[in-house]
């Protein structure tokens, strides 16, 4: 075996599991499902998952990854060969993910260009230029692929060489520019009904599907179920504190959803906005705040969508890179041709992805278009089995010493809830997740769909040994 790579330092490998939790789910994804799930309630639901599901699958993963030192398939492999269809579930997952993912990117850097070149003139025609732009057959298709040979080109540099350096630098220049978003917003006339939107609970609006919706979103955020985590895990040093740093970008990611929330409903409000106008919202509200504000407008307009090109693709080179190290770990492959063969192929989905919003419209399967098969399949099914999986997996299949021992450095360092999370991880989120799945698979409308996720992911558990 090659030996592995490690991260630079412990603020590199911070960067780049934060820059892959960060991305466009935050920006874009956040606020359009909080919108269509009624705001606030959905926004405590989802902290609740977060802070006590996330955080401790995170940890779980980070554990399994760094005790293997294997990415996602090899790792559930090393410790059973039987469980070596969750990691290949994972493989899937992220390949799905970036069926639809660039898709979106390529939106954000398109957006880039278009904020110089007349998007901001006319604030009123900004959300039907969006309608117009990504049903367009040729235009989004090109900005697609220029966003995917991006991640073809730091993924083929290498774990430390390229993802590393991008995150280091530019997730903070995000996190400012959507502070200042948010200050403009809030200060904006009308923008309290935004604040109360986010912030005043409505429980009796919440339906199985709202629940499940926070808890996709909640794993999806935060890069979990697939084994991402695991895979950074694995590069991650023998001296770190594994539940301090998935902690810490735990909180980063949420911090960075919630900031996109306060930018955006305030301002979304103030203009007289529709809250559950879906996909477009980020790329709509964003630039008809910046459309008022003349050529500082224009400035800040050109940073913001920059910046979200390079959130999302901190992320999208983090499942790239799933797929990428089970081709190099489990199949031998060299990572060039490995980086090169996942590219062409994720060129098509993508491209079918995006037709799928215009021109393809009309061609479904189980009902649904080519960008919400990939979508529907991995938020609302794959991802949270996925996480179920992997608590399963290191509560019941994983020595309980085991695990003690990695998550306090070999009884070097402290973790006083270690007995907190093992009961959580075995007990707890199995069944939570069980029976979120359960109760938003039954609410949800592509029937079809769903048993068609449930049997991909029975046929893996069947022919899991030859997976490897
Ligand atoms: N967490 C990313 C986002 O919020 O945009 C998306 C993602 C990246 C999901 C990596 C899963 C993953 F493994």
Do not use: H
Request: proline fraction near 3%; charge should be neutral; hydrophobic fraction near 55%.
């Amino acid at each position: 075996m090659q030996a592995r790579e490690n991260w630079g330092s412990r603020m590199g490998f911070i960067m780049a599991a934060a820059g892959s939790a960060v991305g466009l789910g935050n920006i874009w994804r956040f606020p359009y499902m909080a919108g269509e799930n009624g705001g606030s309630a959905f926004i405590l639901i989802y902290l609740a998952f977060v802070f006590v599901i996330g955080l401790s699958v995170m940890t779980a993963e980070f554990a399994v990854g760094r005790k293997t030192s294997l990415a996602a398939v090899g790792a559930f492999k090393s410790v059973n060969p039987s469980w070596t269809f969750a990691g290949v579930l994972g493989v899937v997952s992220a390949f799905f993910i970036m069926g639809f993912y660039p898709v979106v990117g390529g939106w954000a850097l398109a957006y880039v260009l278009k904020s110089v070149t007349g998007l901001l003139a006319d604030a009123g025609a900004i959300g039907d230029s969006f309608g117009a732009f990504i049903t367009s057959p040729a235009e989004p298709l090109i900005w697609m692929i220029i966003f995917l040979l991006m991640n073809i080109v730091i993924v083929a540099k290498g774990i430390s060489g390229g993802i590393e350096k991008a995150g280091k630098v530019l997730m903070p220049t995000l996190f400012a520019l959507l502070i200042l978003i948010a200050v403009r917003s809030i200060t904006l006339p009308g923008a309290g009904a935004g604040l109360a939107f986010l912030f005043t609970p409505d429980f009796s609006q919440v339906t199985g599907q709202t629940v499940l919706a926070a808890l996709g979103q909640a794993f999806f955020s935060l890069s979990l179920g697939m084994g991402c985590m695991i895979t950074y895990g694995s590069y991650l040093s023998k001296d770190e504190k594994l539940p301090n740093n998935a902690l810490i970008v735990t909180t980063l990611d949420t911090g960075v959803a919630l900031l996109a929330g306060i930018a955006i409903f305030p301002a979304l409000f103030a203009f007289g906005m529709e809250p559950a106008a879906g996909p477009g919202l980020v790329f709509v509200v964003v630039p008809t705040i910046f459309a008022q504000m003349g050529g500082f407008g224009t400035i800040l307009s050109v940073l913001f969508f920059v910046a979200l090109t390079v959130a999302a693709l901190t992320s999208s080179v983090s499942l790239m890179e799933v797929v990428v190290s089970y081709l190099i770990d489990q199949r031998q492959m060299e990572r060039k041709k490995a980086v090169y063969t996942t590219g062409a192929i994720m060129t098509v989905t993508g491209i079918l992805s995006s037709l799928s919003l215009g021109i393809m419209s009309g061609v479904t399967f189980l009902g649904v278009g080519v960008f919400d098969f990939f979508d529907i399949l991995t938020d609302k099914i794959f991802l949270a089995i996925g996480g179920m999986l992997i608590a399963i997996f290191v509560g019941w299949v994983m020595n309980k010493e085991d695990l003690q021992d990695e998550l306090t450095n070999g009884g070097t360092i402290e973790f006083g809830l270690f007995n907190v999370w093992y009961n959580l991880v075995k007990y707890v989120i199995p069944v939570a997740v069980a029976f979120v799945a359960v109760a938003g698979i039954i609410s949800i409308a592509q029937t079809g769909l769903m048993i068609f996720g449930l049997a991909v992911i029975v046929l893996l558990a069947v022919f899991s040994k030859k997976l490897g």
